[in-house]
C-alpha cells in the first residue's frame, strides 16, 4: 500500500469524523459550570466525613496513636477495609462487632450483636477472653486498664 492511497481514504471520510485542532471549544453555560462544582464539593463532602461538633465539613482527625498500640498494629491494619491477621480498626466506632465487609469472625464476635463503644472496647482490650468468650484473638489483652482506655480512645476516633 502506497502513501497516496492513504491520502485518498482519509479524504474520503465524512467530514463529522475529521476533527480540527485548531477549532474553537463551544462555550460552556455558567449555570453548567456552577452545577458541577456544587456537586463536586457536595460529593468531596461525603466521601470525607464531617466533623461532628461544627458541621463545617472538615474530616475529624484520629487521636495521637498511644505506644500500647503497638501490641494491635502487629495483627490489625488502620486503613479502611486493609485486613490482616486481624479485621481493619478503621470506622470501628460505626459499626457492629463482627460485620467488617471481607473478615471472617469467630461465631461469638459476629454474635455479639453490639456496636463497640469506649467501655466494651476498653473491656475488651484488657481481657479478650474474659469480655467475649469464644473470641479468635490470640492477643491475652493489655495489663494497664488506663493503656486499654487509651488504645480503645484511638481507635474509635479512626473514622
Known amino acids: 500500500m502506497d502513501g497516496?492511497?492513504?491520502?485518498?481514504?482519509?479524504?474520503?471520510?465524512?467530514?463529522?469524523?475529521?476533527t480540527n485542532p485548531w477549532t474553537p471549544m463551544p462555550r460552556r453555560s455558567p449555570t453548567r459550570f456552577i452545577a458541577a462544582k456544587?456537586?463536586?464539593?457536595?460529593?468531596?463532602?461525603?466521601?470525607?466525613g464531617c466533623s461532628k461538633s461544627g458541621g463545617d465539613g472538615a474530616a475529624t482527625k484520629p487521636l495521637p496513636q498511644p505506644t500500647a498500640f503497638a501490641d494491635c498494629a502487629r495483627c490489625h491494619q488502620v486503613e479502611p477495609g486493609v485486613h490482616d491477621v486481624g479485621p481493619s480498626l478503621w470506622g470501628l466506632s460505626a459499626r457492629?462487632?463482627?460485620?467488617?465487609?471481607?473478615?471472617?469472625?469467630s461465631p461469638a464476635l459476629s454474635g455479639a450483636g453490639f456496636t463497640w463503644d469506649r467501655q466494651r472496647l476498653a473491656a475488651f482490650l484488657h481481657d479478650?477472653?474474659?469480655?467475649?468468650?469464644?473470641?479468635?484473638?490470640?492477643?491475652?489483652?493489655?495489663e494497664d486498664t488506663k493503656e486499654a482506655e487509651a488504645v480503645a480512645d484511638?481507635?474509635?476516633s479512626l473514622r
Open 96 to 105: 457492629r462487632a463482627g460485620s467488617a465487609l471481607g473478615y471472617s469472625f
Open 128 to 142: 479478650p477472653h474474659k469480655t467475649l468468650p469464644g473470641t479468635r484473638m490470640l492477643y491475652p489483652g493489655l
Open 154 to 156: 484511638y481507635v474509635l
Open 4 to 18: 497516496s492511497s492513504r491520502v485518498a481514504r482519509r479524504s474520503s471520510m465524512p467530514p463529522s469524523t475529521i
Open 38 to 48: 456544587v456537586a463536586v464539593v457536595v460529593a468531596l463532602g461525603l466521601t470525607t
